[in-house]
């Protein structure tokens, strides 16, 4: 009987352990998420380059909301000394990767639709390293 209730404190230990470990949707490396940064028009920079850097913790694209016209090139150059990417978040209406950028690399993508496209740094997203395009 006293094996049994042992038993049943250990199952349920278990049990909360198993909770803890959950992950939460939308964080943590190399999580496609969708919470890039909400851009307007009238926020957002006019410029087809974009920095992927990480001086002093921070890992950023900058400028990190961008517009422009369908048909352009976007160009984004790591000027960091780790390995970044330029990634589009899952469900984009487009696709596509960098691969990894070490410093100094760079990477183009031509849009030719327009549109929204939020897009991310697989090994910094949890960081915040996100951006923007705004295709018009
Ligand atoms: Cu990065």
Do not use: E
């Amino acid at each position: 009987m006293r094996n049994r209730w042992i038993l049943s404190i250990m199952f349920i230990g278990l049990f909360l352990i198993a909770g803890c470990g959950k992950s939460t949707p939308g964080s943590g490396y190399g999580n496609n998420n969708n919470n890039s940064p909400v851009c307007t028009v009238s926020n957002a920079t006019a410029t087809t380059s974009v920095s992927a850097s990480d001086s002093n913790g921070n890992y950023v694209f900058t400028p990190s909301c961008i517009k422009i016209s369908s048909g352009q090139t976007v160009t984004w150059t790591n000027t960091g000394i780790m390995i970044h990417t330029a990634t589009s978040d899952s469900g984009s209406p487009v696709t596509f990767d960098s691969g990894n950028l070490s410093p100094g690399q760079t990477f183009s993508f031509t849009f030719a639709a327009p549109g929204t496209i939020g897009y991310h740094c697989t090994y910094h997203v949890s960081l915040g390293m996100k951006g923007t395009i705004i295709v018009q």
